[in-house]
């Protein structure tokens, strides 16, 4: 069975998350995808290290689905290395500031010299075009300036979310606006460039309150983890542990009324909305608490499921590598990797076709890895290529 985009080639200059999991994306739906890196390793093949090596756990999950190559596009030789791959490639990923793209000769208008129809996606902090576009960021600094982090933790301490939500999301909107331009392309015949940024990513998820606070200026401030516009919404700790609990709309609260047994609270007016609920949750939020602290987590999410009531429990990391859910799924895939002690848990495609499903074909590369085999493609051979090692080009 093909896959989506079998026959497409991605050269991948990314950098961290946001680039090179959208090309990893594109790997897994089927594309060639050639992870180009210096000599030394890029930086994100040194997070998190698991591997003997010193290779880390994001290079494992972001990289798999591509071989690899070591190059430096900033040496004359390199630059011409890097014409020959555009020419024979459909998508350029790059998240680089401009002038490096420049240096490198990965901007556009070079590029479309190699390629007319070459597709360049590129991701930054800020997007360009504002004041703040040269500036370096991050996924934290995305989300402190999003509103994500006021809200997030307390009025008195603003909380960043662990895992890097922003990173993950920019990666998915340019992995789709990337497909979105190569079927353009296969329309008209016409390349483009895709840009995604931090920043927007997290303006895009935070826009509800955004557009709240615009309209009627609620000034929320953070409240941990309960909820300002239901209830109750919040987590709640068990007789063994914790769970939480999402009751948003009349339905779901009719149905948690019912599961305690008092039909007061639906005839009361302080909660005869979501709004009016999240406004005075602190009567129920005490009541659930009483409910689950008498409780064991198994027990509530056995009533709590049987009364249809969105709940889950809190797992550690390795009580949700555990869960008996997430293993039947296989929503994470045992991929091994040289220098491990065992395979790692891989996410797999995070979007399942029925008839062209995607997936993980193969680990992340070693260090220069496919190198040769690359080079070879483009009419560089044996000694050519040894005269390009001795030369610090690749």
């Known amino acids: 069975m093909g896959q989506v985009l079998e026959g497409i080639r991605v050269l991948d200059f990314g950098r961290y998350i946001a680039g090179p999991y959208c090309a990893c994306l594109l790997g897994d739906m089927g594309a060639d995808v050639i992870r180009v890196e210096k000599s030394s390793g890029s930086e994100d093949r040194w997070v998190t290290p698991v591997a003997e090596g010193g290779e880390g756990s994001l290079f494992m999950q972001v990289n798999r689905n591509k071989r690899g190559i070591t190059l430096n596009p900033r040496s004359d030789e390199g630059r011409e290395i890097v014409r020959k791959l555009v020419a024979m490639s459909d998508v350029v990923v790059a998240n680089l500031p401009p002038q490096t793209l420049e240096s490198m000769g990965l901007d556009y208008p070079t590029l479309c010299e190699s390629k007319p129809d070459i597709i360049l996606t ?167 608490s009483r409910w689950c602290e008498s409780r064991t987590t198994d027990e509530c999410l056995s009533e709590l499921g049987e009364a249809r009531i969105p709940a889950g429990p809190v797992l550690s ?58 080079l070879a493609e483009i009419g560089y051979d044996d000694e050519a290529v040894a005269g390009l090692r001795e030369g610090g080009v690749v």
């Open 122 to 288: 590129t991701v930054s902090a800020y997007g360009h075009g504002g004041p703040w576009s040269q500036r370096v960021g991050f996924d934290g600094v995305a989300q402190a300036m999003s509103g994500a982090m006021h809200m997030t933790g307390h009025e008195d301490e603003p909380m960043r979310l662990y895992y890097p939500w922003v990173d993950f999301t920019t990666a998915m909107l340019t992995a789709y606006g990337t497909m979105a331009a190569i079927l353009e392309r296969q329309k008209t015949g016409r390349g483009q460039q895709v840009e995604g940024s931090l920043l927007m990513s997290a303006l895009t998820v935070g826009n509800t309150t955004l557009i709240e606070q615009s309209v009627i200026e609620a000034d929320r401030v953070g409240t941990g983890n309960r909820a300002q516009t239901a209830a109750p919404s919040d987590c709640f700790r068990t007789a063994d542990g914790w769970v939480l609990v999402a009751v948003v709309g009349h339905p779901l609260f009719k149905r948690w009324a019912d599961l305690m047994g008092e039909s007061h609270w639906l005839d009361d007016p302080r909660f005869k909305d979501d709004l009016a609920r999240g406004n005075n949750s602190d009567d129920i939020s005490e009541r659930m």
């Open 317 to 374: 990391p390795q009580e949700a590598l555990d869960h008996e859910h997430i293993q039947a799924m296989r929503f994470m895939l045992p991929v091994d990797y040289p220098g491990l002690p065992r395979p790692a848990p891989v996410a797999d495609m995070p979007v399942r076709l029925s008839e062209t499903p995607g997936g993980i074909r193969h680990r992340a590369p070693v260090l220069g890895e496919h190198t040769e085999e690359v």
